[in-house]
């Protein structure tokens, strides 16, 4: 596709459900990232891959959440047990490069905004 | 730890204005920086970077930031906003080559508003 896409857009969850959000990287494109935004705050890092390997998932808040791509494209993240602190646009991002990150530009998803009452 | 402060959550301008929105960084090695613009229902979009050599870096649409390592601050300028430039700007910092250089460290934003 032209760019990042992510699904759904927009997401209500009862606290206690599990949810999974979607993110179709650009084709071909090698990086993938999560990320999380809270209300009024900056997106917070939560993990990377590189293809199908996940390099990096130490920004996870907690064990609820759970990310994949097993195939080196399209990503899953997972949350389960959601609670009302897990309210947040939910951000994925993709770069051609495997490394060498400020040299290739990230491409960011619109986002999925998740709200759990 | 790398952290950035931006001063000011939001900044109204009126059209044709010139703006500066503040970034600082703290961090204990170089690094690079970065300004990201989201625009109404849209994605985050790089707006420009500083990797290395010229502190002053520029945009195609008339942006300016300039690094001072020694105020540790990349705050970003334009000399006349369009209506158009109404978004949210972030700054971003990320760690030199190796390491964890893919990890980017946001500041709050700053909502730019530029009225008619």
């Known amino acids: 596709g032209a760019g990042v896409s992510q699904s759904p857009r927009y997401k209500v969850a009862k606290r206690g459900q599990d949810v999974a959000l979607r993110c179709d990287p650009i084709?071909?494109?090698?990086?993938l990232f999560w990320y999380q935004q809270a209300l009024g705050q900056g997106p917070e890092f939560l993990t990377y891959f590189q293809n199908e390997a996940q390099l990096d998932k130490s920004g996870l808040p907690s064990d609820r959440f759970f990310a994949e791509r097993p195939e080196g494209s399209v990503s899953t993240l997972k949350i389960q047990r959601t609670q009302q602190e897990d309210s947040a646009v939910y951000l994925c991002?993709?770069?051609?490069?495997?490394?060498?990150?400020?040299?290739?530009?990230?491409?960011f998803g619109n986002g999925t905004r998740l709200t759990v009452t | 730890a790398q952290s950035v402060t931006q001063l000011d959550s939001q900044v109204p301008v009126f059209e044709e204005a010139p703006v500066e929105l503040r970034c600082n960084y703290s961090s204990s090695v170089s690094v690079y920086l970065f300004w990201y613009v989201q625009y109404p229902n849209q994605g985050l979009q790089l707006l420009l970077k500083y990797l290395s050599g010229s502190t002053l870096v520029e945009s195609i649409n008339g942006f300016e930031a300039e690094f001072n390592k020694s105020q540790t601050s990349f705050h970003l300028r334009k000399p006349s906003v369009h209506i158009s430039d109404t978004a949210e700007y972030f700054c971003a910092v990320s760690g030199p080559s190796g390491g964890s250089n893919y990890k980017l460290t946001f500041g709050k934003g700053t909502l730019l508003t530029v009225n008619p």
């Open positions: 084709s071909g494109h090698v990086s």
């Open positions: 991002a993709s770069s051609l490069a495997g490394r060498g990150f400020h040299v290739s530009p990230l491409h």
